[in-house]
Every structure is written in C-alpha cells, then in structure tokens.
C-alpha cells in the first residue's frame, strides 16, 4: 500500500474546488494508494517523471509522481484539462517545473 502525500500547489488546487467535486477526485486519489501505476498514464517530453490521472466527469486530471522505492505517491497539482489555455494543468505544470518549483520534492 502506497503512502499518498500533497505537495503545498495540490493542497492549494484541492481547497478551492467545491465539494461535490472534492469528493469525486479525493476518491480517485485514494485509489492511487494500491496500483498507483496501472491507473494513471505516463506524461511525456518536460513532464515524463509524472502520471495523470481523469477525474471529477473526465474534466480534471490528478498529477502525481511516484516514489517506488519508498512506498509514496506524491500528488503534485489537480486542475482542468482545457487544451490551448494558459490554465490548463499540463501548461501549469510545465511552469511549475521551469520555475523550480517542483524542484527537490521531498515527502
């Protein structure tokens, strides 16, 4: 069983999500910590160190990292997929990461 830990950007996604909402990607981040592999898919190109997973209607997308070696799932952000716009969640990862953001994610 995977230990699932929110980065500080995640907590902050989460918060400002309404409930019904809430509940629907908090049930899909629970189910990360058995097979946290067979359920998301792998990103590519800046963002290949990370999963996404559907969630809340297909709409939203869980991004998170795995931690094998030490039994961790990490949930790195949670937003909208809106391909094209500067909110979409992979373009707010991909500045996450250029800005350093991510940078040493520690559990």
């Given at each position: 069983m995977?230990?699932?830990?929110?980065?500080q950007i995640?907590?902050?996604?989460l918060?400002a999500?309404d409930?019904?909402?809430?509940?629907q990607i908090?049930?899909?981040i629970e189910?990360?910590k058995k097979e946290p592999?067979?359920?998301g898919k792998p990103?590519?190109?800046?963002?290949?160190?990370y999963?996404?997973?559907?969630?809340?209607?297909?709409?939203y997308?869980?991004?998170?990292?795995?931690l094998?070696?030490?039994?961790?799932?990490i949930?790195?952000a949670?937003?909208?997929r809106?391909?094209?716009?500067?909110?979409d969640?992979?373009?707010?990862?991909?500045k996450?990461i250029k800005t350093?953001?991510l940078?040493?994610l520690?559990p």
């Amino acid at each position: 069983m995977y230990t699932i830990k929110l980065t500080q950007i995640a907590a902050e996604q989460l918060k400002a999500l309404d409930s019904n909402t809430l509940k629907q990607i908090l049930h899909k981040i629970e189910s990360l910590k058995k097979e946290p592999f067979l359920l998301g898919k792998p990103l590519q190109g800046p963002l290949k160190e990370y999963r996404s997973l559907r969630a809340a209607g297909q709409r939203y997308r869980i991004i998170y990292r795995v931690l094998d070696e030490e039994i961790i799932v990490i949930i790195v952000a949670v937003g909208i997929r809106k391909d094209g716009d500067k909110k979409d969640i992979y373009e707010l990862m991909k500045k996450y990461i250029k800005t350093g953001l991510l940078d040493n994610l520690s559990p």
